[in-house]
């Protein structure tokens, strides 16, 4: 288990225990051609599938080799953590973390089936070592696989979260959509902010975002701070990631807000394009932050993932302590608002 305890006003920490890590061990039987994913070691899989989200990043899909089922320590994380794997690259023998995408909404909740395909939304970094080993693998290829690794669980008596993703930290706030639809009463709103619109082609905010010439001409933040320059998705590449002009992350999307409607109060999207001009704004941030009554009683949580730059610009750099991430102070953009009852954790 994991929870996070707030040390002094603006610092949070994170305990984590290896109650999942145990769970899977349980269920882990070494030396078994049908050993389940466990945290201990790589199990393999093969990629089944990968779909093209837009010229640089993909949805692999990825089969257990051996139909393994999944272990009870993935169903867990399912219901109440942003969870990922550690994905090899065996030349180099190296390993990075990716965060699964929740199973396609089809009446059937994350957990429920026995064994589940593994969907990864991975973006090729130029020059990146894992990310470029991945992409170039043909179909069929092996992958090997280790975790769950929770990297934050959710408060049981969680109310409301509000999600800031920038580009493929849209894959864990996936995840929490997911777990809060199973979450009776609780609302959440994900703000999302992408370079470019191929990557989310069709996607319409629930609330109209103005475009911003002024502030934001020429080379965005957000942009400036990754070092890329401006570019526009040429409609060639619009029409190449999208069926019946909405882009497969959009679809999803769409899907998890009406699988939302039926016991929780609801999940909003904002879509954001720094090509378009349209950025997230403190003002977008602080109207999302206020409590309805006082019978919502309950935890309320802000999370930020994306981008190291997108990270540390709404709260802050993440720390390494004692050769371990925390979370350190609030800082950024979050740690000069007023945030009520609201925890913030960086993802
Ligand atoms: C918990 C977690 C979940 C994640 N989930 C996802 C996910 O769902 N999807 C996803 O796409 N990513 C995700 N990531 C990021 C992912 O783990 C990798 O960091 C990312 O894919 C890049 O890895 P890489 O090996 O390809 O690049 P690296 O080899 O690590 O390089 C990263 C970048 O740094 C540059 N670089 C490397 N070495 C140098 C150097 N010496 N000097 C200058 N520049 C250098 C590279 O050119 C590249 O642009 C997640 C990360 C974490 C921690």
Same mark, same amino acid.
């Given at each position: 288990?994991?929870?996070?305890?707030?040390?002094?006003?603006?610092?949070?920490? &994170?305990?984590?225990? #290896? *109650? !999942?890590?145990?769970?899977?061990? =349980?269920?882990?039987? /070494?030396?078994?051609?049908?050993?389940?994913?466990?945290?201990?070691?790589?199990?393999?899989?093969?990629?089944?599938?990968?779909?093209? &989200?837009?010229?640089? #990043? *993909? !949805?692999?899909?990825?089969?257990? =080799?051996?139909?393994? /089922?999944?272990?009870?320590?993935?169903?867990?994380?399912?219901?109440?953590?942003?969870?990922?794997?550690?994905?090899?690259?065996?030349?180099?023998?190296?390993?990075? *973390?990716?965060?699964?995408?929740?199973?396609?909404?089809?009446?059937?909740?994350?957990?429920?089936?026995?064994?589940?395909?593994?969907?990864?939304?991975?973006?090729?970094?130029?020059?990146?070592?894992?990310?470029?080993?991945?992409?170039?693998?043909?179909?069929?290829?092996?992958?090997?696989?280790?975790?769950?690794?929770?990297?934050?669980?959710?408060?049981?008596?969680?109310?409301?979260?509000?999600?800031?993703?920038?580009?493929?930290?849209?894959?864990?706030?996936?995840?929490?959509?997911?777990?809060?639809?199973?979450?009776?009463?609780?609302?959440?709103?994900?703000?999302?902010?992408?370079?470019?619109?191929?990557?989310?082609?069709?996607?319409?905010?629930?609330?109209?975002?103005?475009?911003?010439?002024?502030?934001?001409?020429?080379?965005?933040?957000?942009?400036?701070?990754?070092?890329?320059?401006?570019?526009?998705?040429?409609?060639?590449?619009?029409?190449?990631?999208?069926?019946?002009?909405?882009?497969?992350?959009?679809?999803?999307?769409?899907?998890?807000?009406?699988?939302?409607?039926?016991?929780?109060?609801?999940?909003?999207?904002?879509?954001?394009?720094?090509?378009?001009?349209?950025?997230?704004?403190?003002?977008?941030?602080?109207?999302?932050?206020?409590?309805?009554?006082?019978?919502?009683?309950?935890?309320?949580?802000?999370?930020?993932?994306?981008?190291?730059?997108?990270?540390?610009?709404?709260?802050?750099?993440?720390?390494?302590?004692?050769?371990?991430?925390?979370?350190?102070?609030?800082?950024?953009?979050?740690?000069?608002?007023?945030?009520?009852?609201?925890?913030?954790?960086?993802?």
């Amino acid at each position: 288990m994991s929870w996070l305890i707030r040390i002094r006003p603006g610092v949070l920490v &994170v305990f984590g225990s #290896s *109650a !999942i890590g145990g769970a899977a061990y =349980r269920h882990f039987k /070494p030396g078994s051609a049908e050993a389940s994913l466990n945290p201990h070691t790589f199990t393999p899989y093969t990629l089944v599938d990968k779909q093209d &989200v837009s010229d640089t #990043s *993909a !949805i692999f899909t990825l089969r257990h =080799r051996d139909g393994a /089922p999944d272990p009870e320590s993935v169903k867990e994380a399912w219901k109440r953590s942003v969870w990922s794997v550690q994905v090899k690259q065996p030349q180099l023998q190296i390993a990075r *973390a990716y965060t699964l995408l929740p199973p396609k909404t089809d009446g059937i909740q994350a957990g429920e089936k026995e064994a589940e395909d593994v969907r990864l939304l991975i973006r090729e970094e130029e020059g990146g070592e894992v990310s470029t080993y991945l992409h170039r693998l043909a179909e069929k290829s092996t992958i090997e696989l280790r975790g769950p690794n929770v990297e934050c669980e959710l408060p049981h008596d969680i109310k409301e979260v509000l999600f800031l993703a920038g580009g493929t930290g849209i894959a864990p706030a996936m995840q929490v959509a997911q777990a809060l639809g199973r979450r009776t009463g609780s609302k959440m709103h994900i703000l999302w902010a992408n370079r470019r619109r191929e990557e989310c082609i069709g996607g319409v905010s629930d609330e109209h975002i103005p475009a911003n010439p002024i502030i934001h001409s020429g080379t965005s933040w957000w942009r400036s701070l990754i070092g890329l320059g401006h570019t526009a998705a040429p409609q060639a590449v619009v029409d190449k990631h999208s069926s019946q002009g909405k882009g497969v992350l959009v679809q999803e999307l769409e899907a998890l807000k009406e699988c939302s409607q039926a016991g929780t109060r609801g999940l909003s999207v904002q879509y954001y394009v720094d090509a378009e001009k349209t950025f997230i704004k403190p003002g977008d941030v602080a109207k999302r932050l206020h409590v309805e009554g006082p019978e919502e009683k309950g935890s309320r949580l802000i999370l930020v993932s994306g981008p190291d730059g997108f990270i540390e610009h709404w709260a802050g750099k993440k720390l390494w302590v004692g050769g371990r991430e925390v979370q350190g102070e609030i800082g950024g953009v979050l740690g000069q608002m007023d945030l009520k009852d609201w925890n913030v954790f960086k993802l």
